[in-house]
Nanobody, 131 residues
């Protein structure tokens, strides 16, 4: 059973940057690249949105149109950590950001059709973009 713990959220002004991290444990000897990983966010009153998903085994990467060019997902397989570097933040990026992982999916499916259905979820970290 995986455990996902996010950190790095906070309050930032528009145009600022944040780096979210997600430490994954409970891998039971499996490498991190056994799983597809990603970040899903939920803004108040809105449906969940797959922000970015990534497969470190083949480099397949997905970004939503709303964050493309501003956010970068990466993994540190030695540290079993997933990062989301967020630059040029906008007020509409405000929300709770969840780290997700799933072994039986594709990156595109995980972040779009199955955005609510990843097998493993973190507890979420709040990101607020406001002046």
């Amino acid at each position: 059973q995986l455990q996902l713990v996010e950190s790095g959220g906070g309050l930032v002004q528009p145009g600022g940057s944040l780096r979210l991290s997600c430490v994954i444990s409970g891998l039971s000897g499996r490498p991190l690249d056994y799983f597809q990983v990603g970040w899903v966010r939920q803004a108040p009153g809105k449906e969940r949105e797959g922000v970015s998903c990534f497969s470190s085994s083949d480099g397949d990467t997905y970004y939503s149109d709303s964050v493309k060019g501003r956010f970068t997902i990466s993994t540190d397989n030695a540290q079993n950590t997933v990062h989301l570097q967020m630059n040029n933040l906008k007020p509409e990026d405000t929300g709770v950001y969840y780290c997700v992982a799933d072994a039986i999916t594709t990156v595109l499916y995980m972040c779009t059709v199955a955005v609510n259905n990843s097998e493993y979820w973190g507890q979420g970290t709040q990101v607020t973009v406001s002046s």
